[in-house]
């Protein structure tokens, strides 16, 4: 197995701010191996840890970092719809949710 990730940089699309944490999202190219297909992926940009439960050893930063299988797309247009899809849905669902926390 030989992963490879490749930031897009340069590109012209919009996208949403990330939906978990408010940072800028990347674009980038992944490569699992020389002969499987090349994918598009959204990622959050924020790899920080996120207060003390997060100890630097495995799984730090933003959940949405390095984001579940179902991101990864042939195109980065279907890579940058999916993860603005998703964003506007999770920011949507939780505006309603804290209004209703606030009733």
């Known amino acids: 197995m030989n992963d490879d990730y490749r930031q897009i940089e340069g ?3 919009h996208i949403e701010n ?9 674009l980038w190219l992944y490569v699992e191996s ?5 994918e598009r992926v959204v990622m959050c ?10 100890n ?3 799984n730090e930063g933003c959940l949405l970092y390095m984001p579940p299988e179902q991101f990864y797309q042939p ?10 899809t998703f964003a506007k849905a999770l920011s949507a669902l939780r505006r309603k949710n804290n209004w209703k ?3």
């Open 11 to 13: 590109h012209s699309y």
């Open 18 to 26: 990330c939906p978990v944490c408010g940072a800028t999202p990347q």
């Open 34 to 38: 020389k002969h499987a297909p090349v």
């Open 45 to 54: 940009s924020h790899k920080e840890p996120i207060g003390e439960m997060q």
């Open 56 to 58: 630097g050893l495995v």
């Open 75 to 84: 195109t980065e247009r279907a890579a940058v719809d999916y993860w603005n």
């Open 101 to 103: 926390s606030t009733e």
